[in-house]
């Protein structure tokens, strides 16, 4: 028989592989809990009418459908069959999909439970989410995304907030990172400003290159982008642009003097960075105004964080949105929302090697088992020590002393616990430690002392 | 434009049921790890290879299947399509499906990475799973398992540990329950006892009833099942058995004397029941002769745990399986396991009211937001909060008072800090508590001090 396998794209995760995981999700999760964020769950299936649609053509083509019960062929037309595996015949085999992210999910929640929901509504969701992308390294079909949004708050104390939060979480993981700014106003009032309100990708694609080519073949690909001589000339002060956030900020500023909402996206995000600075952040935040995040929902501030130490992508992004429940009938509610990127995180800290020992460690001790009778003295032993709440084993069965001692080592099990006769009749424990060798005994009360350090 | 809505058996979770539910989990979690017991977590879609076959004709109908991405309709066949929607089809439109439990993905897992795994491997998973049930009231089609299990160890000491760790964690949530254990020996045993090996369900199921229907109506439903007269007859000493677990065991030890598996089944129990009387347990362990639990894996001790204080069906169960492997190829890997159902453990501290008000609690503290100055200062204050560890919200916008308050009041944080130009001067902040009314200034430290109580 062969080895039993899992679908290409997913993963099983070890005891190791969970405890750093959950150290990840338990350090995001306590953070956004210290900024008054509330967690929320929605389900892993979603109506494919709630799904299609919001991620592109290509998104539709990567959801997970999941074949309708019962007589699955009930609803199928002759006509749609002859037509081969497309969409349309997808949409009659399936009524439901799983979710391509948390922030459809999130506007379909807001909207069908608005009655019950206090505004500004600040909630963060840690879920999986399925996307049938070629698998690759890096990239799986499912994996978990670590999302706060809060809507119904205009306020730039929300994105001043998220800064915050980024910092924090990045200082508690011991990662060095730089979050970089920009704001979508900014990209379109470049674009305004030189007549060309569509080219914005192509605008900060091309300068997004300033360092690695110069700014010679930055104009030569603007060019052959479609923007005039006369349009590259107005983005030279661009080029020109260096030192500190308040000195881009002002040459900016200049440059989109006259355009309302260039303006405006400055003075956005002035006021975050201005309000950023006595707050003693560990972590440079920098203007970048080559920024632009695909994601074409943001309206607003945007942001990403990038790791200092290690060559990866953006391992945090962000922005404000303007309208995204709109799609699901409720418009005009503004919201800016973060999405931690655990994977990434994941092999950032195991690169830097940054887990800290006791998030790593199952059992603290392990009784050896050496036969009937002490195991059942040992069983007595062992509840007092959870009592204790100390995390502890028995081995259940009396094997080969070599064996039991394997087990304690192969798993990190820091304390063995060796009761025998002797010890069972002087209510003595033999505690060793496996790392340092010392051998003591104890009374109960001592074990405790000694496990707890 | 309509609500949107989701998939019928599925469940959005706002933040104060979220709170319930992460109570629940920690609980099972932290009492888990306090007996070694490590996490895993494995994907949700596994091959449909992997699943199907395991659950009986009615559980391969219950499997949510996940249509092939791209053409799913290249290796369908003329012939299948014209069977309408059969299994057969479905198995050539989808290769994948969503695990319907915990324990077929638990058993594949151990198969893919034995040469990894040290034996005894204590496991635990807390993840959702999915049935293509109808729905209904206390029924899902997306709902959590928790689950533990020990594998490659056949020591009984595993039993007696389950049983500790059922014990504790109703304990902690305060739900008094009753624990009943039985062996499927011994019930292999009575039906061999009596020449009637294949009809285990039938007997275990009228002598369920002895309490409610009365001796001769067993008798008569045991006839009705096609049981002769004889074998009735010999089944006389169960219907006799009272008293404590030991003296009951005493009688079915005398009943099943000359049967090997039966004799074999009440040793078993003996060992567990004796093996927790010096330990504690807070709740009654109850030998229970007509618990048979329905999955047909188990092999040994079963057990299964109802609240006393609710009616509500059982609410943890478990056993011990011989071959749960071999259905992989890994034939010989004896293994325990237990499964706390959540949803319906979430219905009964619900029902009692016991959950505690500390897991219910999100922000503390809230600013309340004066404008744009005031709101400066505050985001330093708060920021000094949250260094104290202390779950602390600026309300984002300069609202009108009654606003925030209501905020404030709609999501119950108990602190309410209000620092306007004259507290800002003096450097010191009004903290109004919620609950009393009581207002007091106090400088930051005097903050924390109030809020930690």
Redesign the interface.
Known sequence: ???????KG??????VE??K??YIFNTIRQVY????F??????????L??LMGKYGEEGD??L???????????SVSEQD?AG??TNR??AQ????G?RYDLTVPFA??V???RD?L?M?F??YQIQ?V?R?DRPQKGRY??FYQCDAD?VG???L??E??LM?IVD?VFSHFGIRVSIRINNRKILTGMANHIGEPDKIVEITTAIDKLDKIGIDNVKAELAQAGISAEGIAKLQPLFEISGNNDSQLDAIARMLANDETGSKGVEEVRFVLD?LK???LKNEVALDLTLARGLNYYTGCIFEVKALDVQIGSITGGGRYDNLTGI??LPGLSGVGISFGADRIYDVLNQLNLYPQDAMQ??QV?FI?FGAAE??HC??LA?QL?QA??????Y??SAKMKKQMS?AN??GVPFVALVGESEMQADLVTLKNMVSGEQQQLDIEGVIRAING
């Open positions: 028989m062969n080895k039993p396998s899992i679908p997913t993963r099983d995760f070890s005891p969970m405890a995981r959950n809990a210290l900024y008054g509330r967690q929320i769950e929605t389900p892993a299936m979603e109506n009418s709630t083509k990567l997970f459908k999941i074949l309708n019960s019962g007589d699955f062929m009930r069959l081969g595996g015949l997808a085999l399936c009524e439901k799983l379909r929640y909207v069908q439970h019950e206090q500004p600040k909630r999986p399925w049938a079909r499912e809060i708050s205009d306020s104390l929300n001043v907030e915050q924090t309000a006595p707050l003693g699901f009938g199952g059992a392990l088992n195991a059942a069983l007595r509840t959870r709440g100390i995390r502890t084993e028995l259940p069965d087990y192969t798993l």
